[in-house]
């Protein structure tokens, strides 16, 4: 783990808590991106524009910096026992006067759930916005505090002409990518697996029961539903096309894919 500089906190600011999330990235990363939640990533997004400076609660770690770099683990206060959750809020009451934050000036903003609550609420004093919400109103509760006013998270309509012509302007305009920048490409997966996930669950909040549609393309495939997702192998030939090979079940280790199927 790789601890940054540390920062003062001004006399009188808020500061955020964020409980980290079980859903991370499979390699080392700063805490900001490890936890790949979309409740974290919006916790944090908050925090950001909101607190003078924010934390997140890691159940292995205490209280770590959105700046320091994990390793990634396997751990939740939703394992541990009510003793070792209490000795968990004591070591981070402890972090927390030790950078100073817990004078009376300064305003502790807890953005976690009932299990980071519990223990901590019990030893100093935090506010809690979100008490009581449930998941779904959590992320609506976030985007409405996040999306500036006449603004939408969600995509915004475009009519079939205009992206047909768009998909054509850029199709022209892409360059066939070298070998390494494909590599690269295939390497970034994960971290694509990760906003979708969490673009998805914060669609599915706000339209539960939305079917899954895989757009129309600008080469006349219409509009279809999604019928089944699969791991595969991807072997682009350039920035727009390539092949899938399919991989036998159980052996996903070789996969840089996750492949979308449509019903045919």
């Known amino acids: 783990m790789t601890t940054s500089s540390e920062t003062a906190v001004p006399h009188g600011a808020a500061v955020g808590l964020v409980g980290c999330s079980r859903l991370k990235l499979p390699h080392a990363a700063p805490a900001r991106r490890l936890y790949a939640s979309p409740l974290f990533r919006l916790a944090a997004r908050f925090c950001d524009s909101t607190c003078e400076r924010w934390f997140v609660l890691s159940a292995k770690h205490g209280l770590l910096d959105p700046d320091e770099v994990v390793e990634p683990y396997d751990l939740t206060l939703k394992r541990l026992g009510r003793r070792e959750r209490e000795a ?16 009376t000036g300064h305003r502790l903003v807890l953005l976690a759930g ?45 009519p079939h002409s205009e992206r047909t012509d768009m998909a054509r302007k850029k199709k022209l305009a892409a360059p066939t990518p070298s070998a390494a920048e494909v590599e690269r490409a295939c390497r970034a997966a994960p971290a694509m697996i990760e906003d979708l996930i969490a673009r998805l669950q914060a669609l599915a909040a706000a339209a539960p029961g939305a079917h899954v549609i895989l757009s129309k393309d600008s080469e006349g495939n219409d509009f279809s539903p999604l019928f089944r997702l699969t791991l595969g192998v991807y072997r682009p030939h350039d920035s727009w096309r390539g092949e899938v090979d399919d991989l036998p079940e159980g052996q996903g280790a070789g996969a840089n894919a996750v492949v979308l199927w449509p019903m045919s």
């Not at 968990?88 to 004078?103: C, F, I, P, Y």
């Not at 976030?142 to 995509?155: K, V």
């Open 114 to 158: 009932a299990d980071y609550a519990g223990p901590l609420a019990r030893r100093i004093r935090i506010e809690q916005p979100l008490k009581g919400l449930p998941i779904g109103l959590r992320l609506a509760w976030y985007r409405r505090r996040l999306t500036p006013a006449g603004h939408s998270l969600l995509p915004q309509h475009q």
């Open 88 to 103: 968990w809020a004591g070591r981070v009451v402890r972090q927390l006067s030790e950078r100073g934050l817990l004078d």
